[in-house]
């Protein structure tokens, strides 16, 4: 599961726009919502802690933190190329692209996605997996509509979302059979909290539309907490 959750999430999202043709946005809206607090939920009680219990015997918290740091910085510059697309946010995407393969973004991602397979490579963190998969979900269904709409062609698009699909289980099978990669298991996991903190959170700022409360949104965050407390 820990290899096929993240492989089956783009694929769902890809035959949903593929054979339903769905137009409207709210549920996409709704499944990011639910998706960033799940998330955050996860790296908050699960991700952050493991690092900091394994730091623990050296009181070295400022050496985790700055990974955490880089992780937020290295997502911010990854987004740069993406345009914000690992968070649903692909409005500028492809647009201008039009029938060219967009290069920076598939590497961008590519990076993203491995980067985010590492720390599914143990054992204790195997909820951490549902997180991924209801991440790369909706981020998958927003990239192929815009992809199909831009004219990018399906088989770019269709080759494309195979790669992306591919790229977390090949981390997560690096973090695992690659013992340079294992000896820095805690730096890379501080590196993945940052990026999860600030896909989350921009997945969170990003729905809140101008600050206006939505019953419906808030609700579909609060049960995200749950679910994410829960696992």
């Known amino acids: ?71 937020v910085l290295l997502q911010i510059v990854l987004e740069f190329f993406s345009h914000g697309a690992e968070h649903g946010h692909s409005q500028h995407t492809v647009a201008h692209q039009h029938t060219v393969f967009p290069l920076s973004l598939f590497i961008s991602l590519s990076i993203h996605s491995i980067l985010e397979g590492f720390p599914l490579s143990h054992a204790h963190n195997q909820n951490l997996v549902y997180g991924i998969f209801m991440h790369k979900l909706p981020v998958a269904i927003v990239l192929t509509t815009f992809f199909i709409n831009s004219g990018v062609g399906k088989w770019k698009t269709t080759f494309f979302l195979l790669f992306f699909a591919l790229m977390t289980p090949l981390g997560t099978f690096l973090s695992a059979n690659v013992p340079q990669l294992g000896a820095y298991h805690t730096e890379l996991s501080g590196i993945v909290i940052g990026i999860f903190l600030h896909i989350s959170t921009v997945i969170l700022f990003e729905n809140a539309e101008g600050h206006r409360f939505n019953l419906l949104k808030f609700l579909t965050v609060c049960i995200g907490f749950a679910v994410g407390y829960l696992s």
């Open 1 to 71: 599961m820990t290899y096929f959750l993240p492989f089956l999430a783009v694929l769902l999202g890809f035959a949903v726009v593929s054979l339903f043709k769905l137009s409207s946005q709210w549920y996409i809206k709704l499944l990011l919502s639910f998706s960033g607090a799940f998330l955050l939920a996860l790296t908050v009680f699960v991700l952050i802690p493991e690092v900091y219990h394994h730091e623990e015997h050296t009181h070295n918290f400022k050496h985790i933190g700055l990974f955490i740091i880089i992780g």
